[in-house]
């Protein structure tokens, strides 16, 4: 891959975008993390957002999710700039997030857990009805505390109490961490499955492979500015193991 590759224009997404970051910078103190980051996620499409560690994924997710301001740009959700907007005001928009290293809560168990969820005024019943059915292993490890389960079963726990806030946007980060190849390749083609529901979900991922089957576009990130936007195959046959892993 060829720094001439790299820094290429970005290429526009036919669909109207659920979400879009216009020339987002974002900082720690003096730090600047994120560079003028542009990125578009369809309606009810996967996108891929992939690049190694400290290339500015996780940032971005922050922002998206109302956990970090921005310094410069716009943020924009169904046709509306929310730039600035806070964690609870995402929220009440239908943006969810599963951050990094799952995000269960451990000293409760996987039915109190899913109860936390009707604060946004689901039925406790239902969410227990859906999670179970999308993961009969949940249901055997209702009355466990989440914190003695598996981290497979730990993320399972975490999409399902997501999904039970009825998102508009999903956001994931580093769904595959600590998680064994089998249970990987089961998460994802759940998200999958979402997507072809109507969820709109932005995956940021730094083992590029694991998401691309699934992905309707993928975007490399790479020193704080998305660099490639494409079609996964296409994407896919520039990675560098080098950046992204296997």
């Known amino acids: 891959m060829t720094s001439t590759e790299l820094t290429a224009p970005v290429p526009a997404i036919d669909e109207d975008p ?26 009810g499409s ?24 921005t ?21 009440r928009l239908g943006v969810c997030s599963i951050p990094e290293g799952r995000g269960v809560f451990a000293n409760l168990t996987v039915r109190e857990n899913l109860w936390v969820a009707t604060g946004t005024g689901a039925r406790l019943a239902d969410l227990e009805e859906a999670a179970y059915a999308r993961f009969p292993r949940l249901a055997d490890r209702r009355g466990q505390l989440a914190g003695s389960m598996s981290g497979g079963e730990q993320q399972m726990l975490a999409l399902s109490r997501a999904l039970g806030t009825d998102p508009a946007v999903l956001l994931l980060d580093e769904l595959s961490m600590g998680l064994a190849p089998m249970i990987v390749s089961e998460m994802y083609d759940i998200v999958g499955g979402l997507a072809a529901e109507g969820i709109s979900i932005l995956v940021a991922e730094q083992f590029a492979r694991v998401v691309l089957p699934i992905a309707d576009t993928a975007a490399l990130m790479l020193g704080g500015r998305v660099v490639k936007v494409g079609r996964p195959a296409d994407v896919e046959d520039e990675l560098s193991t080098t950046y992204l892993g296997g």
């Open 18 to 43: 659920v979400l879009e970051l216009v020339g987002v910078r974002a900082a720690y103190g003096a730090i600047e993390v994120l560079k003028g980051v542009d990125l578009q996620v369809p309606a």
């Open 46 to 69: 996967v996108v891929a957002l992939l690049g190694p560690n400290g290339g500015g994924k996780t940032t971005t997710m922050k922002v998206v999710s109302g956990l970090m301001p």
């Open 71 to 91: 310094t410069a740009g716009e943020v924009w959700f169904a046709g509306r700039n929310v730039t600035g907007i806070t964690a609870t005001e995402a929220s």
